[in-house]
């Protein structure tokens, strides 16, 4: 955003130091695989292929050959006989000895003295909408999710504050509703004032807002026009003028803000203790790619709106330079339904045609590679909306046809899994015409999935996502019954079972709020509202590790601490297994290891920080411990 004069002026265009509109910078090797993961190269699938995707060499691997050996832990190893070590042994970015094998082949040299802290495999995140972490404008703070209060939330942009140039917005954005803040409300103006009074803030609810501002914030929002902004005395930023004032700040980030931004999201992700990713993407608008124009931020976009043909720019070129630090894969969500305009049945859902013949499944690297067609491959639709249901069952045989992974979000309630039938039904029906088996499809949310459905989705070898995010919204049933997931049904039923928190929008991004969730049952007000459907803490790690990586396809290389698997592992700062139910909500990693590097270090382990990325990027909040 550039100086403070130039930041509160109307037109992007004439700023410096990253207030372009909309331009992108993309080059060399990083532009041919932007091409082929974004989707936007249109190619025969024999011309698309453009070599490996990662060139460069990670300069965060510290260890070399020599390895680190670590030791004196409570290493839960989460294998089949969930074996607990006390030593395990990294050389580059993978485990090669475990127990005392670790301890017997291992070099002095590099040795790591865990003091008999808590070790796991790194989480593994099933649903999420990462991306849009990735891109928020401003220099985010997306720790606020982390805080109980509204004094809490206020400590945290404060402590962002002295990394902030003078002109720039300090934002946090997404993460649920103020309803995880005991006063059940955003901070005010004036309690924003009180901590930040010489850089505007910009805070964003959930995916829609409401948003608030300091009085900075406030005088350049009412400076803006094309849309103009209107700003009430408290702050806020209600109905369209939350957006508004998204796309104003949107619309100022250059490529090295985004570059800054998706450093930002890595350092926040290793902090909870997340080491590799499925990103659902976010819902297009319908109609981008039949009218461009419409692709670039719009004032009506909301936070989930971003151009799905650009998203990852900033993402692929730090991978391209080898700096990306967390594993990413990347579905394709298509949200084109019937557009009466296109005519029948054979010319609808034009952009899934088109990504099934241009694009490639599970292309990459260990580090950044697509997925497959999901949160959906249409919107949902039942038989009664004949036009809607007729494209969205096309688009399952569709995808069934050209052998791709299929995935759809169905949630149904306690008295209603029609939807879930549905899916179900036409899951069999994609299988007995095409054969699915081998292609692993699923089903996310599942929230009331019957034994019959489960049966039927296992004999498919498909996999359920379970969603771990009902403690934010949910209250108990007048009826008492559970609000969902039935965790232990499905679990029990013995099909392949992840779990996820499905930020950051409706939901924060930290997985020890799904952790604690599923195995209390507990809201955020501390009322049971899943009424004997809990796991087991062994259980719920489980899902989300060993669940996930097979939800990923990828149990060879992720989800236990096993040799040859790749050295993705936290230390934690507490006892997953033994603390009272309410700490697991507050665990965080004191270090993080992903490819055998420590990405995340707070320093408690050795006395002081091993972590190679402050150049890169700006916070990484070690205060918040």
């Not at 559970?482 to 049904?489: E, S, W």
Request: aromatic share 8%; charged share 20%; net charge negative.
């Amino acid at each position: 955003m550039g100086k403070k004069s130039e930041q509160f002026g109307e037109n992007p265009q004439d700023a410096t130091e990253g207030i372009s509109r909309r331009g992108l910078i993309i080059g060399g090797s990083a532009a041919a695989a932007a091409a082929v993961l974004s989707g936007s190269a249109v190619a025969s699938p024999a011309t698309a292929v453009v070599g490996p995707i990662h060139t460069v060499d990670r300069p965060w691997h510290g260890s070399g050959d020599v390895g680190r050996l670590l030791v004196n832990g409570k290493i839960h190893t989460m294998d089949d006989s969930n074996t607990v070590v006390n030593a395990v042994r990294i050389v580059r970015d993978r485990i090669v000895d475990v127990g005392a094998d670790a301890i017997r082949n291992g070099s002095p040299e590099n040795r790591i003295d865990l003091g008999g802290r808590t070790v796991v495999p790194g989480l593994i995140e099933s649903h999420s909408h990462f991306v849009s972490l990735a891109n928020r404008p401003g220099y985010h703070v997306a720790e606020w999710e982390l805080a109980n209060n509204v004094s809490e939330v206020l400590a945290i942009l404060a402590a962002r504050r002295p990394d902030v140039p003078e002109g720039q917005f300090i934002t946090a954005m997404g993460s649920g509703t103020s309803g995880m803040f005991a006063e059940r409300r955003l901070p005010t103006l004036s309690e924003i004032d009180a901590v930040i009074s010489d850089r505007p803030v910009f805070l964003y609810q959930s995916g829609f807002g409401p948003a608030r501002v300091n009085t900075l914030g406030k005088q350049f929002f009412e400076s803006v026009t094309n849309p103009v902004v209107t700003v009430a005395e408290d702050g806020s930023l209600a109905g369209a003028n939350a957006n508004a004032g998204l796309y104003h700040l949107r619309i100022r980030q250059t490529f090295a803000d985004k570059r800054r931004s998706a450093l930002d999201s890595m350092a926040f992700t290793a902090k909870v203790g997340l080491t590799s990713i499925l990103d659902q993407v976010l819902p297009a608008t319908a109609g981008a790619t039949l009218d461009p124009s419409l692709l670039p931020p719009q004032p009506n976009d909301a936070l989930f709106r971003l151009d799905h043909f650009r998203m990852y720019d900033a993402w692929l070129s730090l991978h391209g330079e080898g700096k990306a630090y967390v594993r990413l894969q990347m579905n394709f969500l298509h949200n084109q339904g019937f557009i009466p305009a296109l005519g029948g049945l054979a010319q609808q859902l034009p952009e899934l045609k088109d990504r099934l013949r241009n694009q490639f499944p599970f292309f990459g690297d260990d580090m950044l590679r697509t997925g497959g067609i999901g949160e959906w491959a249409a919107p949902f639709a039942a038989p009664t909306n004949a036009d809607a249901y007729a494209v969205w069952f096309e688009s399952q045989r569709l995808v069934a046809q050209a052998g791709w992974r299929n995935e759809n979000a169905q949630g149904g309630s306690p008295t209603s899994a029609a939807a879930i039938e549905q899916v179900v039904a036409t899951y069999e029906q994609m299988d007995q015409e095409f054969g699915i088996k081998e292609l692993r499809w699923g089903l996310q949310h599942a929230d009331f999935a019957t034994p019959d459905h489960l049966e039927r989705l296992k004999a498919l070898n498909a996999a359920v996502s379970t969603s771990g995010f009902r403690w934010l919204g949910g209250v108990p049933r007048t009826d008492g019954l559970p609000v969902g997931p039935l965790f232990r049904q499905i679990h029990d039923s013995g099909i392949h079972m992840g779990l996820h928190e499905d930020g950051v929008h409706i939901a924060p991004h930290n997985p020890w709020f799904a952790l604690h969730y599923a195995t209390t049952g507990l809201n955020v007000s501390g009322q049971q509202i899943n009424p004997g459907q809990q796991l087991t803490r062994q259980e719920a790690l489980h899902a989300y590790t060993r669940g996930n990586a097979w939800y990923l396809n990828r149990e060879d290389d992720l989800g236990s601490i096993e040799p040859g698997k790749f050295a993705d592992l936290l230390v934690l700062d507490k006892d997953y297994f033994t603390i009272p139910d309410a700490e697991v909500r507050r665990i965080l990693p004191v270090m993080t290891f992903v490819d055998g590097a420590i990405v995340h270090d707070t320093g408690v382990v050795r006395g002081s920080r091993d972590w190679s990325h402050d150049s890169d990027h700006v916070f990484d909040a070690s205060w918040w411990q």
